[in-house]
């Protein structure tokens, strides 16, 4: 049997993306997660209230954002003050506070996803 061990998992803590009035913020685990992109695409399943963050790989019709390139102590910003808004107004979340949400990596698809209508811690 073979492991790949992570030695800075424990200190690292958790994906975690911060949803505020704003902006996306992402922590240096998700970072890590995207395996640290120069750019990323945001996409939104309005149905299933699930926002889905992944690598930038050339796809036609689709704005691509600075990544890695935009990292502050250890924390990514994508400002999105009008989508936030949005999103507020089909969860019933004014996004008065910061909330912070635990984020699923999907292995297969090297996507981030955040369930935008689940659990939240806020901040």
């Given at each position: 049997m073979s492991y790949n061990f992570n030695w800075n998992a424990v200190s690292g803590?958790?994906?975690?993306?911060?949803i505020s009035n704003i902006?996306?913020?992402?922590?240096?685990?998700?970072?890590?997660?995207?395996g640290f992109p120069d750019q990323v695409i945001v996409g939104f399943d309005e149905e299933n209230c699930v926002i889905g963050i992944k690598p930038y790989m050339?796809?036609?019709?689709?704005?691509?954002?600075?990544?890695?390139?935009r990292m502050k102590n250890g924390w990514i910003r994508i400002g999105c003050k009008d989508f936030i808004k949005y999103l507020g107004s089909l969860?019933?979340?004014?996004?008065e506070r910061s909330k912070k949400y635990l984020a699923k990596h999907d292995d297969k698809e090297n996507i981030l996803l955040v369930f935008a209508?689940?659990?939240s811690e806020s901040e």
């Open positions: 803590g958790a994906p975690y993306v911060t902006a996306l913020a992402f922590n240096s685990v998700s970072i890590e997660k995207l050339g796809e036609p019709n689709v704005k691509a954002y600075d990544f890695t390139s969860i019933n979340e004014p996004f209508a689940g659990e």
